[in-house]
């Protein structure tokens, strides 16, 4: 079974981390909410999540994909924390996904991960990308990283991660089952 881990920073955007976990999981992906600081997260809508664990205890587990919610200042925080900032970089040289959305992307940056590759993320946010090929498509998938644009974006990146986790048949069935009609998408950048 596939594993992912979706991380809650404080101020992380509310849409974007409930859309992956929940999806994720009707998908039958093992999926984790990890908080950076304390397991009850206030989002940058004021609504509290508690995480299923913290960051800091579980940070030496494997997952097939790690994956980042904007929000503000949620995506800032991903971004200057050394534990996530750590994990990316384990993430990348075991040749595991990281996906990220909204303003996100920044900490994949600030990674070292977006270096050359298609990117995309929240407008206004392009010039942190740190030599990404930047963007405008709601979902990029260059290789192991895959980005997105914000809030009403959240589906389509999180059933992106189901195609890539678990086979377009799934993420498609799935999508149908929830009333999702897929947008024309450009071909992937890979």
Do not use: Y
């Amino acid at each position: 079974m596939a594993r992912a881990v979706v991380l809650l920073a404080p101020g992380f955007e509310e849409i974007e981390a409930v859309t992956v976990i929940d999806v994720l999981r009707r998908a039958g992906v093992e999926t984790s909410s990890l908080a950076t600081t304390a397991r009850d997260v206030k989002g940058a809508h004021g609504i509290v999540l508690r995480a299923d664990g913290l960051l800091a205890e579980r940070a030496a587990e494997t997952w097939d994909v790690v994956v980042l919610p904007g929000g503000m200042p949620g995506a800032t925080n991903l971004r200057d924390d050394a534990v996530v900032q750590e994990l990316l970089s384990r993430q990348e040289r075991r040749g595991g996904l990281v996906a990220a959305i909204c303003a996100a992307p920044i900490a994949l940056a600030r990674a070292g991960l977006l270096e050359g590759r298609a990117a995309t993320c929240f407008p206004g946010f392009e010039s942190q990308l740190g030599g990404a090929d930047v963007r405008e498509e709601r979902v990029v998938v260059d290789g192991p990283v895959t980005t997105s644009r914000g809030p009403g974006t959240s589906l389509e990146f999180a059933l992106s991660l189901v195609e890539q986790l678990v086979g377009a048949d799934q993420a498609e069935s799935l999508g149908a089952s929830m009333l999702h009609t897929a947008p024309e998408r450009s071909p992937s950048a890979s």
